[in-house]
C-alpha cells in the first residue's frame, strides 16, 4: 500500500516531467525570435558577452592597441568618433607635400616628436576619437581594463580571504567574539566610505611601499570595503551549519575546532562565498572608478576609466564624448556583473532555481 511520502514524491516526479517536456514542446516550436528572448531570459547571454570582452581586452588589449597609451599629439585634440589623425611633420625630404595632402594632415611639429614618428601617425584611425592631449581613447580603454581588472582582482580576492575567515570564526564560535565582530562591521558600514578613502589617501599619499614594491592605496581601501560584505552573509550561513548532524557528530568524534571549519564548514558555504564575490565585483569597479574620477584613485596618466572620465569634463560641452566613452564602459561592466551574479545566485541556490 503507498503511502503518504510515495504519493508525494510520485506526484513531485510526475509534475517535473510535464514541466521538463512542456518547455521541450516550447522550445522546439517556437519561432526564432521567441527562442532568442527564450534563452536571453534565461541565460545572460549579453552579460557574458561583455565581460567576456572585457577579460580579452585586459589580457591582449595592450598589444593590439592602435596607439601609444599614453602619447598625443596636439592637433589631434578633442577628435570625434571615427576621425582620423591630423598630425604631421614638415616634410624634410622623402614624404612630398601632395603625399601628406593626400592624407588631410597639417605641416606641423606638434609634439616635439620625430619625422617618422609624426608621419606614421598621420591619417590613422582614431575609433573613438582623442582626448584633450590627442591621445587615442580606444587605446587608453584596452589599457585601463587591464588595470580594472587587476585593481579587482587583487582587492575582491584579499577582502574574500579576510571577510570569509571572520564570518567562519564568528559565526562558529558566538559569544563575545561574534558580538564584537557584529559591532565593528556595523561601525564600518556607517563610515562615509568616499571621505574615508580621500582622507587615508591623503596621510598615506597615492602609493605605499610593501616588501620594496610600491602599491597603490587604493588596492588597500577597495580590500577594506569588499571583506565586510562577505562577514554578515556568511556567518548567517555558519549559524546554520554548525547546528548540523554531521557537524555535532565531527564534534562527538573529537574533531577540532580547525579541522571542523575547514573539512565541514568551508565546503556547505563555497557556493555563498561565489555569489557574493560575483555582486561585490561590480560595487568595487564602481568603487575605483569613483575613487579615481575624485582623484583619490589611480593617479594620471594612467589610463583608468575612472581618470578618462574625469579628464573629460571640463570638456563636456564640446567633446562630450571624452566623458560618455569610459562612462559608458563603466555602466555597461557593472551592469553585466550585476546580471551576471543575480543569475549564478538563482543557479546555486537550490530554491530559486527555476526550470522555467
Not at 510526475?14 to 514542446?25: D, K, L
Not at 521567441?34 to 541565460?43: A, D, E, G, K
Not at 564584537?180 to 568616499?194: H, K, S
Request: glycine content about 8%; proline content about 4%.
Amino acid at each position: 500500500m503507498a503511502t503518504e511520502a510515495d504519493r508525494t514524491e510520485t506526484t513531485t516526479g510526475s509534475a517535473t516531467e510535464e514541466t521538463t517536456q512542456g518547455v521541450a514542446y516550447f522550445v522546439r516550436g517556437s519561432n526564432p525570435f521567441t527562442l532568442i528572448w527564450y534563452y536571453l531570459r534565461r541565460y545572460p547571454i549579453i552579460p557574458i558577452f561583455i565581460l567576456s570582452l572585457l577579460l580579452i581586452a585586459a589580457i591582449i588589449g595592450p598589444y593590439v592597441a592602435p596607439f601609444p597609451r599614453d602619447k598625443g599629439f596636439s592637433h589631434d585634440r578633442n577628435l570625434g568618433l571615427w576621425e582620423r589623425s591630423r598630425a604631421a611633420y614638415i616634410p624634410l625630404g622623402g614624404t612630398t607635400i601632395a603625399e601628406l595632402s593626400y592624407r588631410s594632415c597639417d605641416f606641423i611639429d606638434p609634439n616635439g616628436g620625430t619625422q617618422s614618428e609624426n608621419i606614421a601617425q598621420c591619417g590613422k584611425l582614431h575609433i573613438l576619437g582623442a582626448d584633450h592631449t590627442g591621445r587615442d581613447i580606444f587605446s587608453r580603454l584596452l589599457h585601463g581594463s587591464r588595470i580594472s581588472i587587476a585593481v579587482v582582482t587583487f582587492s575582491l580576492t584579499s577582502g574574500m580571504i579576510l571577510g570569509t575567515a571572520v564570518a567562519l570564526f564568528s559565526g562558529y564560535y558566538g559569544g563575545v567574539f561574534d558580538e564584537l565582530v557584529t559591532r565593528f562591521v556595523d561601525i564600518w558600514n556607517a563610515l562615509p566610505f568616499l571621505m574615508v578613502a580621500i582622507v587615508v589617501t591623503q596621510l598615506f599619499g597615492a602609493k605605499i611601499e610593501v616588501l620594496l614594491w610600491k602599491v597603490d592605496m587604493l588596492l588597500f581601501v577597495l580590500m577594506l570595503v569588499a571583506w565586510v560584505g562577505f562577514v554578515r552573509v556568511i556567518r548567517a550561513q555558519v549559524f546554520v551549519l554548525r547546528e548540523l548532524d554531521y557537524v555535532a557528530a565531527a564534534r562527538v568524534a573529537g574533531a577540532s575546532d580547525i579541522r571542523i571549519i575547514w573539512k565541514h564548514l568551508v565546503p556547505g558555504i563555497m557556493n555563498t562565498v561565489i555569489v557574493v564575490a560575483s555582486l561585490n565585483t561590480s560595487g568595487l569597479i564602481l568603487a575605483e572608478s569613483t575613487l579615481s574620477f575624485v582623484g583619490a584613485g589611480i593617479q594620471p596618466p594612467t589610463p583608468a576609466w575612472g581618470v578618462m572620465t574625469n579628464e573629460g569634463r571640463d570638456y563636456i560641452l564640446e567633446a562630450p564624448h571624452l566623458t560618455l566613452v569610459p562612462g559608458t564602459a563603466i555602466f555597461l561592466v557593472v551592469l553585466s556583473m550585476n546580471f551576471f551574479g543575480d543569475w549564478l545566485r538563482d543557479r546555486l541556490d537550490p530554491r530559486l532555481r527555476q526550470v522555467a
